[in-house]
C-alpha cells in the first residue's frame, strides 16, 4: 500500500488565520461597539433576547429596540439568546424548547434572516448537557459557551463551542499567544458584552485590540455562521478510500493542501490527485 499523502486544512483564500467575536444581550452599547468593527473590519455575532428590546412591552431601557436589528447589524450575524434570558437550567424542558423556539421565531422576524446560532444565558449550569438535544431540536446549528476556556482552534463538535477569552482582562495576553502560533487552523474566538466597555474595561480597550487585528496580516475577520459553514464544508467533503480522489457537495469553495500543494474545490467540483 502506498504512503497517506498529506492533507491540510487551510482557512478561505489560504489566510493564515480566523478571528471571530460574539456579544450579548444586545443592549444600547452595540451600537458603538458596531461602529468601531465597520472602523476596523472586524465582525461580530450577536446574541439577542427578543422580549428584552427596549419597545417591547416589558422590555429593558438599556437594549436596542427591534427596529433597529436590520440596520444596526447588517453585515454581522443575529443570533439566539433566549426570550426572556432565564437560568434555563432551573426549567422544565418544555420552557426551555420554548424560550430557544419562540426566540429563533421573534428574530428572524426581526432580522429578515435565518437564525442559527444559540447562547446560553448565564453559561449552561449544571445540567448543560440535557439542553443540548433541545438547542439541536429548535433548529440551531452552532451553541457557544461562555466558559473562558483559551480555545484557538475549531470545535469538534459546535454545540460545545468553547472561546478563547472573554473580552475583558485576559485579551491582551490571549491575543498575543494567538499572533505567535502557526497552526493552519488557528481560530481566536472572543465573547462579552458591549456594556463592559462602558462600564469596567474602557473603550480604549476593544479599540487597542481592534487596531492591531486590523494591521495582521492574512487574517479572517469572520462570524460564528461563517466559520460553522466554512469548517462544515471542509468537513464534508467526500474522499475515495484511497485518497486519490476528493469531491465538495458544498455551496462553500473548501481550501487545503494536499502534499504540500494548494488545493482550491469548488462547490459542487470533483478533482483527482
Ligand atoms: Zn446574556
Known amino acids: 500500500m502506498s504512503r497517506l499523502p498529506s492533507i491540510q486544512f487551510r482557512w478561505p483564500s489560504f489566510l493564515t488565520g480566523t478571528v471571530t467575536s460574539s456579544w450579548d444581550d444586545g443592549t444600547v452599547h452595540d451600537r458603538r461597539m458596531v461602529q468601531l468593527f465597520r472602523e476596523y473590519g472586524f465582525k461580530g455575532s450577536f446574541y439577542l433576547c427578543s422580549d428584552r428590546f427596549c419597545d417591547r412591552e416589558d422590555g429593558d431601557?438599556?437594549?436596542?429596540?427591534?427596529?433597529?436589528?436590520?440596520?444596526?447589524?447588517?453585515?454581522?450575524?443575529?443570533?439566539?439568546?433566549?426570550?426572556?434570558?432565564?437560568?434555563?437550567w432551573t426549567l422544565p424542558p418544555e420552557v426551555?424548547?420554548?424560550?430557544?423556539?419562540?426566540?429563533?421565531?421573534?428574530?428572524?422576524?426581526?432580522?429578515?434572516e435565518i437564525v442559527?446560532?444559540?447562547?446560553?444565558?448565564?453559561?449552561?449550569?449544571?445540567?448543560?448537557?440535557?439542553?443540548?438535544?433541545?438547542?439541536?431540536?429548535?433548529?440551531?446549528?452552532?451553541?457557544?459557551?461562555?466558559?473562558?476556556?483559551?480555545?484557538?482552534?475549531?470545535?469538534?463538535?459546535?454545540f460545545n463551542?468553547?472561546?478563547?477569552c472573554h473580552c475583558g482582562s485576559e485579551l491582551a495576553e490571549q491575543w498575543e499567544f494567538f499572533k505567535t502560533r502557526r497552526e493552519p487552523d488557528r481560530l481566536f474566538n472572543i465573547w462579552g458584552h458591549s456594556y463592559e466597555f462602558e462600564e469596567t474595561w474602557g473603550w480604549q480597550h476593544i479599540e487597542d485590540f481592534l487596531r492591531d487585528a486590523a494591521r495582521q496580516d492574512g487574517l479572517w475577520f469572520a462570524t460564528h455562521r461563517q466559520v460553522y459553514d466554512y469548517i462544515t464544508a471542509w468537513r464534508g467533503v467526500l474522499w475515495s478510500l484511497d485518497l486519490g480522489r476528493?469531491?465538495?457537495?458544498?455551496?462553500?469553495?473548501?481550501?487545503?493542501?494536499?502534499?504540500?500543494?494548494?488545493?482550491?474545490?469548488?462547490?459542487?467540483?470533483?478533482?483527482?490527485?
Open 61 to 88: 431601557s438599556r437594549c436596542i429596540s427591534s427596529e433597529e436589528v436590520r440596520t444596526l447589524y447588517k453585515g454581522f450575524e443575529v443570533g439566539s439568546h433566549t426570550v426572556t434570558h432565564p437560568r434555563l
Open 96 to 112: 426551555i424548547f420554548s424560550e430557544m423556539v419562540h426566540d429563533r421565531q421573534a428574530l428572524e422576524a426581526i432580522a429578515g
Open 116 to 158: 442559527t446560532g444559540f447562547v446560553f444565558p448565564f453559561g449552561r449550569g449544571e445540567s448543560g448537557d440535557a439542553m443540548l438535544p433541545l438547542a439541536k431540536r429548535a433548529g440551531f446549528l452552532y451553541a457557544r459557551r461562555s466558559s473562558p476556556a483559551k480555545v484557538q482552534e475549531p470545535p469538534a463538535d459546535f
Open 161 to 164: 463551542w468553547d472561546t478563547s
Open 246 to 273: 476528493a469531491h465538495n457537495p458544498s455551496a462553500t469553495p473548501v481550501f487545503f493542501t494536499f502534499n504540500g500543494r494548494e488545493i482550491r474545490l469548488l462547490p459542487g467540483e470533483s478533482m483527482d490527485f
